[in-house]
């Protein structure tokens, strides 16, 4: 498969990609959600896309659900294909509710993957804690994601709570942190029940933060992600991105989608 | 693939597997609908969640639209993992609206199905002929499931009805008896025309019924499993579940999504 | 696999296949809406649905965004199996925005496509150039899709201007005009914001066609399938079906599905 032929056979082409970077990028990452990916589909994904996705989430808690041979074999694959791929933030949840905080880091360094994602979308985590859980992570030679949000229908944005986490989290050694917005989108952090974006919190946000580079915003849905991309570039960081999304999203970030048609000409 | 040795892998994973049976479950039973896999998929789907499924569906009257070869590879990789498979309830009523009854038992028997659904959810069906079918199907050697409730938008369930419905088939040879909720999950049987679950009914339905575990629950969305698995307890029947939706709901019973959260710990 | 002998197996299928044509078809053709899929999810969709799928699009401006040599691969598996298949219309317009429609038809036929959609969901397109864009298309040996339909939200129909354009294109050389509804249904063309159709509108276009068969109709959502279905007969035109969904269509086309349970006894 000549993957590196790709995007450059023809001088069409070399406007829409004039936008993008390639792996590995400081911007423009795409997350992707795996929800029990089998290895005919992981495999499809890769050859298809992976120079489209920069991390891969194990979402929630499935990572115990797979056989281990095969979980492996994903995380190697990933790791083959310059992916990162970490547990979803409720495993680590699980670990710290039933006391096994040593256990978890263990566990998933063994099964081969390379980022971990500190989150209290469910549990109530202590500041203490939650640096204790970043060092921990970068300790065990693992890329530290952590999580700004809680899962609860309705949860809403503290904008100042959330412009102090991702200064102490990324002082703590926090890579990117992660704005909630779950599987649906809908009901939580940004989004509204209808999964509309609210704008002036967005724009609260992105004003004042020293560096909203630093922030992977989960946006599931078609819309929201248009919505990211008009508002804060063909280069911000988005996650939650559904396997089956994965070219439509490529498609918009370089125009060759409708909705973003003009990106190219700017 | 190591199937057995998962779940057991690590001490953390001790309680969240504790509140799941193994196969042959006699309660907790997932019931997939497929719409048309291929094997690639269908080998992903079996190498991922063999564990997690009890029965599968081929859906609606889709039968007859596969290659005959590949749809007995499907059937005969079911009966290897141990999955119980059958035809979806609408390809039955095609046959006795077309009075081919006799030809349809032969045929789903050579091509390999090891159970049967007998409904009326699209044609009218006395009861019996009702008991016929159900007959029939145990005399071919064939698990029997039966199905209570209308297809039609706007159908509701008839408590009395339902009641009796269940005790007869049962009393005829019906293993479990399964509610109506389409592909869809609205405005049909206990789900309203936003998918929200009626409460009244349900709990009405439950302290009626004698042995309220002979439901099998067709709930295809994640709210209607929360609400179901969170009313009814971790080891409720579920069925019509998507396939790419297995490990979601897995993670649901086992309080490894946020929304079950507490489940193991109970 | 016995692609032949499947629905011939049994009497009992006498009927509902009684109102499909087989390939190549000159109605009730179905076209399949594909954002992104690998080899092992294509041979999947060809080995299960081939017989029932007359073309293929390869979504929007996604093109690009393959290794070439899966790409290759993708087109001449459609064409092993008679499908044909086409760039989405969005990627031609990117063509005539950046002037390189020469490039674009070069590229197109290079790859192995055998089929091309000219649209003016985005851009604007004079007729001069929408014919020679017409003539080009054919002139490369391509058959020739044109679209009728804005993709922006709230786009309605133009009865007359649509009439004209589908008399037009006929007479320019194309062989079935595309109405638009994206890969949503929602808010575009014949369907309103909720995905309903109107119904004063497309009994206006039906009855003053000359020849309405010329319509493919894009219908994503079963809901909007069933309407044209019931409205214009099984053997409509249909499009922007997503892959994991031909089976369902087909199953409404023979009857075999509750909400068109009536058609085979027609």
Known sequence: MDVTSRLEWHPLLKDPTACRSVKPRTSGKTMVMDKGMGLHAFEDLLQTSAPYIDLLKIGFG????????????????????????MP?????????AQGAVPDFFDTIR?????AVEVSDGTIELERNLRNELIHRG????LTVFTEYGKKLWGSTIDVEQLLETVLID??????????????????????????????????CIVSQ?????????????????????????????LGNIAPHDIYSLES?????????FQFPQK
Chains 1, 2, 3 share one sequence.
């Open 62 to 85: 499935t990572t115990p659900l797979y056989p281990t041979g095969l979980l492996k074999r994903k995380l190697e694959l990933a790791r083959q294909n310059q992916i990162a791929i």
């Open 88 to 96: 979803g933030g409720t495993f680590l949840e699980v670990a710290v």
């Open 110 to 114: 063994l099964l081969g993957f390379s």
């Open 138 to 141: 970068r300790d065990s030679g």
């Open 170 to 203: 990324v002082q703590q050694g926090a890579t990117l942190v992660t704005i909630e917005a779950r599987e649906s989108g809908t009901g939580v952090g940004i989004f509204d029940a209808n999964g509309l974006c609210r704008d002036e919190e967005l724009h």
């Open 209 to 237: 933060l020293p560096d909203p580079g630093r922030i992977l915003w989960e946006a599931p849905q078609k819309q929201q992600q248009i919505y990211l991309l008009k508002a804060l570039g063909s280069s911000v960081n």
């Open 252 to 260: 918009l970030r370089r125009g060759l989608r409708s909705d973003t």
